[in-house]
């Protein structure tokens, strides 16, 4: 059989690289794409268990030109491009009033734009070779909405949009296109947030606890299986039960 192949976007980031370790686990061979890899984590990135075959490559999300770039080397190189993952995404949280538009730009770019910018050349491999997998990471924020991320909001909300509406156009050529929603995860973007107000958003997840990033790896994983080609078009919380419990 075929291996598939596997870009994850933000793949050496908390959750992008549970990604990358569950995709390589189910037998994916992965290409994980972040901006500017260090040495330290690209080897921090093949020291985990299964991953001896991933790559690292360095790729702005935000750069149409270089995403373009990036999946033609990819299916130049692999012959293929079976599974995309865009897992790149920023804070810069701060309110309305405050938000400079910097700020806006930079996480509507990164967070929304990566999708446009690394979905659009990835279709086209998928359309010819008839099978594809596309799971946007999108977030509970986007679902809710979060103080002092008006910018964050919108582009996960939107992501879950784009989701939709490219899984219409695509359905019928055995791609499928979906978003993963999760709640609060234990990675360096959820670390920098105040510890009072982590304490607060703690006590309202009735599960008890914030999300591993293999809570999230894992959802991925079975959106971008084969078997999973009749599910298209969602959106799947992964929370702790966070959203009923507002
Ligand atoms: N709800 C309602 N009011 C709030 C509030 C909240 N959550 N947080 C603060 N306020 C109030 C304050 O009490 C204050 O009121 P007064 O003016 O009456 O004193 C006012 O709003 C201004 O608050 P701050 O002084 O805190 O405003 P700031 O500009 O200094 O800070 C902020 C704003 C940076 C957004 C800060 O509130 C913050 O860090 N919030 C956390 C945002 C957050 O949860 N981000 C999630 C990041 S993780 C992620 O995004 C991953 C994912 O997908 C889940």
Redesign the pocket.
């Known amino acids: 059989m075929t291996q598939r192949i596997a870009l994850v976007s933000g793949g050496l980031g908390g959750i992008g690289t549970a990604i990358c370790q569950s995709l390589a686990a189910s037998g994916h061979h992965v290409i994980a794409a972040d901006l500017k890899p260090s040495d330290e984590r690209i080897a921090a990135l093949r020291a985990l268990p299964g991953l001896i075959e991933a790559e690292a490559i360095d790729l702005d999300v935000g750069d149409a030109d270089a995403c373009a770039q990036a999946v033609a080397d990819i299916v130049s190189r692999h012959g293929r491009l079976d599974v995309l993952v865009n897992s790149a995404g920023i ?1 810069r ?3 309305l009033r ?1 938000m400079e538009r910097a700020h806006w730009d930079a996480v509507l770019d990164v967070n929304l734009g990566g999708l446009f910018n690394l979905c659009k050349p990835a279709i086209e491999p998928m359309i010819a070779q008839g099978y594809g997998r596309i799971v946007n990471i999108s ?3 986007g679902q809710t909405g ?4 008006t910018n ?1 909001a919108a582009a ?1 909300a939107g992501v879950h949009g784009f989701s939709m509406a490219l899984a219409r156009e695509v359905a019928a050529k055995g791609i499928t296109v979906n978003s993963v929603a ?3 995860c234990d990675t360096p ?2 670390q920098t ?2 510890a009072a ?1 982590r304490e607060k958003i703690l006590e309202q997840i009735p599960v008890g606890r914030i999300a591993q990033p293999i809570d999230i790896a894992r959802v991925v994983d079975f959106l971008a299986a084969e078997g999973s080609g009749y599910i298209t078009g969602a959106m799947l919380p992964v929370n702790g039960g966070l959203f009923i419990s507002f």
């Open positions: 804070t949280d701060s309110t405050k977030s509970i924020n979060q103080f002092g991320q964050y996960k999760p709640g609060y973007m959820v947030i105040p107000m």
